[in-house]
């Protein structure tokens, strides 16, 4: 008798739907980099607002049966001072001190957060070859802030994954992720369980969060 082929695993809808937008986004800038395109001039730095605006809207997707906000802004300390110069994404509780231009069909949406209402920052990055010293001084900037900092990048050779992890952790991120893998021949490559972790690392910390309120 013939041998029945082995069944594909199957995912979900809800799996599929989870990681769809970071499949979209893989396939636009992954093509920009393999042409040589993504750091080209200006191009190369609204592309980079690109990339933290669509990484913005997944995790909001993701989170939005929590009582949590994702946002693009700046942290305020208590007495009303900026805590860093830069702060990508910023996951907080409902509410915020200011919003620019964030009202019907904005340009830009951009919030001024008090530290107290955030529960992480996630840093984003274009190509990242190693988590230098201005990194662990942006972490450390942030650290009597916010508990908890992230970095995702956009791309890193897949040589260095692991060591860019060590690295995140040793400059006390409390984790590291990237959207895809690129060699020094412009060969592109995805892992979506770096993204599955992300996200799920997402959920846990807002979950623990509301524990930790209750």
């Known amino acids: 008798m013939p041998t029945k082929p082995m069944p594909k695993s199957r995912r979900t809808m809800a799996a599929t739907l989870k990681l769809e937008q970071f499949h979209g986004l893989w396939e636009e800038l992954s093509e920009w980099r393999k042409l040589g395109l993504q750091d080209a001039g200006i191009l190369g730095f609204v592309k980079g607002l690109r990339f933290s605006a669509r990484l913005i809207y997944a995790i909001r997707d993701h989170l939005s049966s929590s009582t949590y906000e994702v946002d693009w802004g700046h942290l305020l300390t208590r007495d009303g001072d900026s805590c860093s110069p830069e702060c990508d994404i910023i996951i907080h509780k409902r509410g915020?001190?200011?919003?620019?231009?964030?009202?019907?069909?904005?340009?830009?949406?951009?919030?001024?957060?008090?530290?107290?209402?955030?529960?992480?920052?996630?840093?984003?990055?274009?190509?990242?070859?190693?988590?230098?010293?201005?990194?662990?001084?942006?972490?450390?900037?942030?650290?009597?802030?916010?508990?908890?900092?992230?970095?995702?990048?956009?791309?890193?050779e897949p040589s260095a994954v692991k060591r860019l992890k060590r690295s995140a952790q040793a400059a006390g991120c409390e984790g590291f992720w990237y959207l895809y893998a690129c060699d020094k021949m412009n060969q592109c490559t995805k892992d979506p369980r770096e993204w599955e972790d992300f996200l799920t690392t997402l959920e846990k910390l807002v979950d623990a969060h509301k524990r930790k309120k209750i």
């Open 96 to 156: 915020h001190v200011r919003e620019w231009n964030g009202r019907n069909q904005p340009v830009m949406h951009f919030k001024f957060i008090n530290c107290k209402d955030a529960i992480a920052v996630i840093s984003c990055k274009s190509m990242i070859t190693a988590v230098d010293k201005e990194h662990k001084a942006y972490i450390n900037t942030l650290k009597p802030y916010v508990d908890k900092i992230f970095i995702f990048a956009e791309c890193c």
